[in-house]
Nanobody
Framework: QLQAFGVGLVQAWGSLRLSCAASGRTFSSHVMGWFRQVPGKERLFVAAIRWSNGYTYYADSVKGRFTVSRDKTENTVYLQMNSMKPEDTAVYYC???????????????WGQGTLVTVSS
């Protein structure tokens, strides 16, 4: 199971960090991803990290502003969001997959979602 933390309201150009704690063992083959979804729209890829080597992947819309990282000892993945924009407002989900993918269908374990609102 995955549990996300970091519900927040932040002003434009502010920062927020989301965390996602995984219960149970995380294997080196796993990929941890972050997605976001605006009501009425599809769930979109934000970032991902390979658990084994820490390689990271980002959507173009967040590249240079967001950073995904993981703490193996805490079995937790983080999403540091800087220079936030109103268009970053969404429900953010963490997810775990068995291989790297950019679609929700590539991930089979999901957290409950956490709302992030960026005010202008």
């Amino acid at each position: 199971q995955l549990q996300a933390f970091g519900v927040g309201l932040v002003q434009a150009w502010g920062s927020l960090r989301l965390s996602c704690a995984a219960s149970g063992r995380t294997f080196s083959s796993h990929v941890m991803g972050w997605f976001r979804q605006v009501p009425g729209k599809e769930r979109l890829f934000v970032a991902a990290i390979r658990w084994s080597n820490g390689y990271t992947y980002y959507a173009d819309s967040v590249k240079g502003r967001f950073t995904v990282s993981r703490d193996k000892t805490e079995n937790t993945v983080y999403l540091q969001m800087n220079s936030m924009k109103p268009e970053d407002t969404a429900v953010y989900y963490c997810a775990r997959g068995n291989s790297l993918g950019y679609a929700p269908a590539d991930y089979n374990v999901w957290g409950q979602g956490t709302l992030v609102t960026v005010s202008s």
